[in-house]
T-cell receptor
């Protein structure tokens, strides 16, 4: 079974500082990996995804993540935090292959709440 | 940009009552999903649906739950007899092909009292 572990349920950074949210995965083969963001009282918005192409993935709002097979990691980074980045961030994993006729479920991590300090 | 629409945004129901949560997936998507998020916890898979039948379901999705695509556009989740522990945010999602192309709705917050 696949799983992801997000280290740190709460992360606080100063505005303008580097954002680093950690995600490690467990899978027998390199999976597909995703980062979603959830703003208060809203749904899940896809930030970026890794699907076996480039290992450095750029997403929306200036975020990027690097897939590192040797470390089984997919950490999310942003060079300079903005107040609007305050939200809950979820890492998720799915099988790398198309199974069940293209139907893959996502397995989510427990989330990291990002707080930006003015 | 196409959206997945969920209604209602918030529903309060008494324990033991039946609820139906509604979703309108993106029109050319073929795969449909329900996930739930208990307050303060992670998002959990409930069920996937393709070609008018359930493809996969989790252990959470017991006999009290059912899904239906009644008219080719709506996708519903029914809970027959709600329990307090069913209180959660329920997310609908659809995709054209697999996890690579998920779009989530904004969720229905279900409160069982």
């Amino acid at each position: 079974a696949q799983s992801v572990t997000q280290l740190g349920s709460h992360v606080s950074v100063s505005e303008g500082a580097l954002v680093l949210l950690r995600c490690n995965y467990s899978s027998s083969v390199p999976p597909y990996l995703f980062w979603y963001v959830q703003y208060p009282n809203q749904g899940l918005q896809l930030l970026l995804k890794y699907t076996s192409a480039a290992t450095l993935v750029k997403g929306i709002n200036g975020f990027e993540a690097e897939f590192k097979k040797s470390e089984t990691s997919f950490h999310l980074t942003k060079p300079s935090a903005h107040m609007s980045d305050a939200a809950e961030y979820f890492c998720a994993v799915s099988p790398p292959y198309i199974s069940n006729f293209g139907n893959e479920k996502l397995t989510f991590g427990t989330g990291t709440r990002l707080t930006i300090i003015p | 940009e196409p959206e997945v629409t969920q209604t209602p945004s918030h529903q309060v129901t008494q324990m033991g009552q039946e609820v139906i949560l509604r979703c309108v997936p993106i029109s050319n998507h073929l795969y449909f999903y329900w996930y739930r998020q208990i307050l303060g916890q992670k998002v959990e898979f409930l069920v996937s649906f393709y070609n008018n039948e359930i493809s996969e379901k989790s252990e959470i999705f017991d006999d009290q739950f059912s899904v239906e695509r009644p008219d080719g556009s709506n996708f519903t989740l029914k809970i027959r007899s709600t329990k307090l522990e069913d209180s959660a945010m329920y997310f609908c999602a659809s995709s054209r092909w697999g996890a690579n192309g998920y779009t989530f709705g904004s969720g229905t917050r279900l409160t069982v009292v």
